[in-house]
């Protein structure tokens, strides 16, 4: 009876830390390169695209028997030449990662709930697969630059004497 009791009592542990249900006073912070200057406030919300963002793509991961999508977002057809912005949205919270299309920073969204932190984490985790299981940032063609071939040039020693005056 005690052992069938604590088996029980482990299986609703086990249940309730993969819960859904977000507690009320959840906060959130971002973390990452020049984030602590760029946004120091604590949130209550997260941000959400708009209509006029562009959706790269789509997925769908399952954690803790529940069943979540993940899009990828950009606003480069209407941002500044170097301000545009890849995101990650997850269905249930918002925007959790993000990074410039232009320069290397990024950041992630923290929060004060370990099991929102663990979703936070798995639906990244998802998205960062290898191609087409993830969601990633269309990278412009690098262009093609013209070099000269060295290999048909006179070269003269001009470290010789007998170079010198020619």
Request: proline share 5%.
């Amino acid at each position: 009876m005690k052992l069938t009791a604590l088996i029980l009592f482990t299986g609703y542990l086990a249940l309730i830390g993969c819960g859904q249900q977000e507690p009320a006073n959840v906060r959130f912070t971002w973390l990452g390169e020049h984030q602590s200057i760029c946004r120091p406030d604590t949130l209550t919300s997260l941000q959400k695209h708009t209509e006029r963002d562009t959706m790269i793509g789509r997925i769908e991961f399952t954690y803790c028997e529940g069943r979540h999508v993940v899009t990828g977002w950009m606003d480069d057809n209407y941002a500044p030449i170097d301000g545009g912005t890849f995101w990650l949205e997850l269905d249930s919270l918002g925007r959790i990662y993000e990074h410039s299309t232009t320069w290397p920073d990024f950041g992630v969204v923290h929060s004060n709930n370990d099991s929102i932190n663990q979703l936070i984490l798995m639906a990244i985790g998802a998205a960062t697969r290898s191609g087409r299981f993830g969601l990633h940032y269309p990278m412009p063609p690098i262009p093609k630059i013209e070099t000269v071939n060295f290999t048909n040039l006179e070269i003269h020693d001009t470290a010789s004497a007998d170079a010198w005056g020619k």
